[in-house]
């Protein structure tokens, strides 16, 4: 198993950045394919992006790329999310989550393991 914690939300003025992190507890952290997920209220949780061990391939969903980058240090047990030219649209509480890599990468239900989520709230 692992335990997930996010951390790196807050408020941000539309255009600015955030880098969001998610630090992992277990040893077997690097095996895992990780994915970060948002949920805005009234919505159902969305695919944001995902990364396999060693860190490819990457995908991402599509109103995210070119905006947001996805990575990994398997030596910090660190999964990040680094997002720029942040949108008001973007603002939702933001859930790392861990799954196996032959699971469908983009559902939410395909991953066992989730943090508690962080705020991210982008202001117009």
């Known amino acids: 198993q692992v335990q997930l914690v996010e951390s790196g939300g807050g408020l941000v003025q539309a255009g600015g950045s955030l880098m969001l992190s998610c630090a992992a507890s277990?040893?077997?952290?690097?095996?895992?394919?990780m994915g970060w997920f948002r949920q805005a209220p009234g919505k159902e949780r969305e695919f944001v992006a995902t990364?396999?061990?060693?860190?490819?391939?990457?995908i991402y969903a599509d109103s995210m790329k070119g905006r947001f980058t996805i990575s990994r240090d398997d030596a910090k047990n660190s999964l990040y999310l680094q997002m720029s030219s942040l949108k008001p649209e973007d603002t939702a509480v933001y859930y790392c989550?861990?799954?196996?890599?032959?699971?469908?990468?983009?559902?939410?239900?395909?991953?066992?393991?989730w943090g508690q989520g962080t705020q991210v709230t982008v202001s117009a």
């Open positions: 990364i396999n061990p060693s860190g490819v391939p990457t």
């Open positions: 277990g040893r077997t952290f690097s095996l895992y394919r």
């Open positions: 989550a861990a799954g196996g890599i032959f699971a469908a990468p983009r559902l939410s239900q395909h991953y066992p393991f």
